[in-house]
């Protein structure tokens, strides 16, 4: 349940078009689904990965592999947290050498966890290219990355939060804005 002070800017339905809007421009862009794999970082970029995956299916007859990434190990802020980080399995069923990888997470702000995904799927082969797709851009960058495939662009302001909610992980879905 989104807090009482939570501003809804993405119902379930927003979601689910802005998906689908993505899928469409992913096979669009990419000449249909031949050589890509949808990777998902951690958390919630891995059941948004597997819905473009279902979504593409309906619409392209082919059914593009997804795999999940874990970035805890390439966060470059390991020595200044107190607690271990978390690390879950990297699983991405096919070689992703010489394929085009589209990264998938829910919100882009810093840019910092999509650097840290580049040198995770780096260690893990020389795909021909790497693309991003996120549901949500906030705006506010550190490092300079945009993302290919925008479900929604969001400018708040830094101290602003924004809270997205997949059915997968938190039993509904939704996208709010809170204040941090």
Do not use: C, W
Request: glycine share 6%.
């Amino acid at each position: 349940m989104p807090e009482p002070s939570a501003i809804l800017i993405m119902t379930a339905q927003d979601v689910k078009r802005a998906l689908n809007r993505i899928a469409h421009h992913i096979t669009d862009h990419n000449k249909g689904t031949e050589g890509l794999v949808l990777v998902g970082i951690r958390t919630r970029g891995v059941p948004l990965a597997r819905r473009l995956s279902a979504l593409i299916a309906e619409f392209e007859s082919e059914v593009i592999p997804v795999g999940e990434l874990d970035i805890a190990l390439y966060r470059d802020d390991l020595t200044l947290r107190r607690d271990t980080p978390r690390v879950h399995r990297t699983d991405i069923p096919v070689d992703i050498s010489n394929r085009k990888v589209v990264l998938v997470d829910d919100v882009l702000f810093t840019g910092r966890t999509v650097r840290s995904a580049l040198d995770a799927v780096v260690d893990l082969g020389r795909p021909a290219q790497i693309q991003l797709a996120v549901l949500i851009d906030r705006g506010q960058r550190e490092f300079p990355i945009r993302a290919d495939y925008v479900g929604r662009k969001i400018p708040i302001a830094a101290q602003q939060k924004v809270v997205v909610r997949l059915t997968e992980v938190d039993g509904e879905d939704g996208v709010t804005v809170v204040p941090s």
